[in-house]
């Protein structure tokens, strides 16, 4: 079977990055997950899936990148997972080979494997003219993850529950913003993570508006970051006080963090100016997407 990159027929979709531009946790529930509210707001860039299909049923999954190494191609990956998952529903047996390039670091807190997996499900349902109803694609994401609903969209979105409760919620001022992300190449458990929140709820979202976002929004996940992670304080040091700045704040459970800025030029100088402190700092300047 060809890699997939050799076939000039092969579909092609992107894995945007997300980002919490607020993420507030309201409780912890009987089930174990955490209710939450928070405003999803997707990057222009993101890791790229491209796939061809095979009439044998089976699924292949090849995996390269700069950070495709951290990645295992076995059946534990929401890759192949989505595509089984998808497999599944239809009850039948079209194959694909799929090729992930790995741009965006792992466990990295903007939704890397979870866009990965509902960029998934979108590629196939297109390469294999799938007609599957909204809320059958919803049902099937949610079972790979809670963060997966909010990817097969991509757009900004209020996100509460687990994950489950969507709507989309643009914020005047905020898409095509300037936005540049920082992680300092250290891996964090989310669970870990949501398991060290202190459990206070601080009070609910706002996102009526962007200044209420950068003024009263949050990440309640940030505290419980930064004591396993300290580096994370230290992103976010570098990024404050540019000019242009409007926000810097952690993206879910980190460690990644994001700014937004006025103008690409301000992102730019701010993006020149952390690298060169910080060279082993992965960085990318992008954009807040618009659909």
Request: aromatic share 4%; with cysteine.
């Amino acid at each position: 079977m060809l890699h997939p990159d050799l076939d000039a027929e092969a579909m092609i979709e992107t894995a945007y990055a997300k980002v919490n531009v607020a993420l507030h946790v309201r409780a912890r529930r009987d089930d174990g997950y955490h209710a939450l509210e928070s405003l999803f707001a997707f990057a222009d860039h993101g890791d790229r899936l491209s796939a061809v299909a095979t009439d044998d049923g089976a699924i292949d999954l090849f995996i390269d990148g700069p950070f495709g190494g951290a990645l295992d191609a076995g059946p534990g990956n929401l890759v192949l997972k989505a595509a089984r998952a998808l497999q599944a529903y239809l009850g039948d047996q079209r194959g694909a080979a799929i090729r992930l390039t790995k741009i965006l670091p792992v466990a990295s807190g903007i939704g890397g494997g979870s866009a990965d997996a509902a960029a998934t499900l979108r590629l196939l349902a297109r390469l294999w003219d799938v007609r599957i109803a909204a809320e059958e694609l919803a049902g099937l994401a949610l079972d790979l993850g809670s963060d997966v609903p909010a990817c097969v969209a991509s757009v900004t979105q209020m996100v509460t529950g687990r994950g489950e409760g969507l709507r989309r919620h643009p914020v005047k001022g905020l898409e095509g913003t300037a936005m540049l992300l920082v992680n300092p190449g250290v891996g964090l458990s989310t669970a870990q993570v949501f398991n060290n929140w202190d459990r206070v709820d601080r009070g609910p979202l706002d996102a009526a508006s962007l200044d209420a976002l950068v003024a009263q929004g949050r990440n309640d996940l940030q505290a419980p970051a930064v004591a396993a992670a300290p580096v994370i304080a230290q992103v976010l040091a570098a990024l404050e006080g540019h000019e242009g700045l409007r926000l810097a704040r952690m993206s879910g459970s980190g460690a990644t963090c994001f700014a937004l800025f006025d103008s690409d030029a301000a992102m730019a100088d701010a993006a020149m100016a952390v690298q060169g402190a910080h060279r082993d700092w992965w960085m990318m300047e992008t954009r807040i997407r618009t659909a």
